[in-house]
């Protein structure tokens, strides 16, 4: 019987006709496939009886799989109809044990110290300094040193037993001031240094840097097969974006001596001194970086950069580990062409009347200190390249890149930082740019500030230099010569000195009493009230700590008198604010020098000895030339102890101390005070002397508040440079006061 749809089956089952008979056997008929089959190794036997079919299924072939076959270490039992697989433990051993719950367990290692247990366990940690564990590199396998083994230190370390840090050689570093690019990174980058002061260096070329390690460093590769690399990094002025990198494990692992070499022969590191080091492998490393031809590749003029070096260790024999070094940053300069220069310069005396001082001396006019002059540098180009600045060991770096300086002047020298000038200005001109042009410097208040100094010379000049930071001075520029005269002499005469720096004890004697001299005037000719009739008189000219003959007034290189060039004629020579000098040139009397030697003691004055110093022509000394007559000096006392007439005052009659000596003429004719007339036996008072030292005395009629001296150089070859006095009382007192 067909089986029913199903909606027939539910139209029956509604109508309570579902289950009978035929419709029961038709549906276990169809419900059930009475076909059995057997498979591989299954024998299948069929018994009918009245109440049904019996089928029987046999097996054959185990299941149609091979037999199960005992190895080394395992034993198979058969238990019954099953088999039973079981492992041999060598019972001599209680590493590997049954634990508790019937399951293989490892139990551990047996420790033991000097013999006794300690325990057993499954995990060893080793402490100490004394001991070293370590992977070896072989799967499985641990390296323990005892005692720990000595390795060199690693790469830019001392965590070892060498000293593994990097130098950097090759260059020196100086401190220079650095200028502004047009933009950043050309022609040079700075990433902020513009504008401040920063290392730098130069070698005019590639910019080569060397940077190597103290000793050997630990962690090479023992073969090819390993993989310890070091990679270098030229990195830019920003300090992260890379210039040119060079990795060495583009080549080989670093397992040997070897020479490695970048493909822009840039960069080249070298490992040196290759050596087992215990487990592991060590070598000196070098770098040697061109930096300058890197930035130069870059598109750069030179420019702010440093350098990074990576050392990784070889994996096997040290971890792998990254060791580094990070150059401090430097900048580059590779010194380009134009340097700096200054086109021009102009030094004159200020323009401002009331700061031009002066001073005179015998009728000539001298700068005296204070006075101004006012400079200008003009048209100073490349003063800042790259690079500012002036590297020099006598000064402190970064400090200035121009000076100015005038020595014949007096004038202080200046190191002037141009981007901060401490005196003058470059009035808006300026600028930090590499490329300034045309830059102007002026300092209008330049005064004399140098003590004690004289100049008297047609080329006095000032000057201007500008510096490169690695080549010194390059630009420099000269005023015009100038005939100037200076002297800075404070008054240095006392009572009883005069050294001729100064006229403020100079007198002029007239016809019936001595007054100040006038320095301010031009010296006297066919002076009148001198003494004597040894020809015709002038006033004697003061300079440079001397008095002469005025047409002997000699030149003076900067307190270095030069006394065989003559410049009488000073017409053109300035200052002149209160007129044009003198020209002496044309002087030919007998110099005289008038002054006065003097105490305010009341003690009358029995004796003086009197010292000089100078240049006596033929004479040698000051005794020879008195004793001939090649200077003459005349003594008038300025009062007396006995109020003689005519041998003290203005009127009094002139005692010598030229020619002979002190009552030479006796008896006959013995010392009177000179009423014998000038130049006479009657009238000498030299009584003794040697070399520049004399003694003069007063004899019976003792002198008191001093003496009035009157100088006449006969030889015009002598120059007298001071004269000191003593005066010797009756009391056997002294006084002097020295210059």
Known sequence: MAILPKYQLKQLFESGDLITQ???????????????VAGSNVTLSKVSTPSGDTITISSTGGGGGSPIIAGDGISITTVGSDKEVSINLDTSQTNLIINGTGKLSFDGIHIQDEGVAVGTYRTINF???????????????????????????????????????????????????????????????????????QDGFTDGGTGTVTFSTAQQVTGFSGSVSGDAKIVVTVYDADGTTSL???DTSTVNALYQNQTFTSPSTNITVQILNYAADTSKWKAKVSVVVKAGSILTSNGRSGGRFHVGIDMTTDTTTDGGTTYGYDQEDVFFDPNPSPLPTVNSMTLVESTDPTKVITKHLSGVEYYYRLSEFELNALDIDNLNKNTQG?????????????????????LPAYNIPAWNPQVGTFNGTWTNQWDLLNADFEYDSWDITNNNYRFRNNDGIGETRVYDPWDGTIGTSSSTPASILIDTWNITSTNLGEDFDDESERLTRGASSYTAFDSTATLGTAISNQTGSAGTFDDGCVVGSNLVRADKFYADNGNSPAVGTVIADLTGYKPDKNGSNPDYSSYSGIPTYHRKFYTSSALPIANFDMTAGGTWGSSGNLVTALANSQIKMYVRRVGSATSVANTFGHGAYPLALHGGLYNSGAPSNPFDDGASGVDTVGSLIRSAGSGNTITGTFGSNSATGGFWLEIQIIDSNIRLDFINVTLEFTNGSTESNPV
């Open 244 to 246: 040119e990198t060079f």
């Open 127 to 197: 402490i100490g300094d004394d001991v070293l564990a370590e992977d070896s590199g072989t799967p499985g396998k641990v390296n323990v040193y005892i005692p720990t083994p000595t390795f060199a230190s690693h790469f830019n370390t001392t965590d070892g037993t060498t000293t593994g840090t990097v130098s950097e050689s090759g260059i020196t570093r100086e401190c220079v001031r650095i200028s502004t690019p047009t933009t950043e990174g050309s022609p040079f980058a700075t990433n902020g240094w513009a504008g401040t002061n």
């Open 22 to 36: 035929s419709t029961l056997d038709a549906f276990i008929e169809a419900s059930y496939n009475p076909t059995l």
């Open 390 to 410: 002036y590297v020099n060991a006598t000064v402190a770096p970064c400090t200035y890149n121009m000076r100015i300086q005038a020595p014949d002047y007096g």
